[in-house]
């Protein structure tokens, strides 16, 4: 694979847009927690910030924080 077609998969596998955003701040999302059948979005810095009590009970945790350090 050449760069161009690494940066079209690693896109393709993101379900967040810039569209997602934060329950507690409206920033951009990129952590989506699900608890009681409720998906609820998080920046980076809330979803670290609740990280620990929140994957306590949530059935899943889906976190693309990774693009924000991405080249």
Request: charge should be negative; glycine fraction near 2%.
């Amino acid at each position: 694979m050449n760069a161009t077609t690494d940066h079209l998969a690693s896109a393709v596998d993101f379900r967040l847009t810039a569209v997602d955003r934060c329950d507690s701040c409206g920033a951009q999302a990129y952590i989506a927690a699900v608890v009681n059948d409720s998906e609820l979005l998080f920046c980076a810095h809330h979803g670290r910030k609740y990280e620990e009590k929140l994957r306590s009970v949530a059935t899943s945790w889906h976190d693309e924080t990774a693009r924000l350090i991405e080249a």
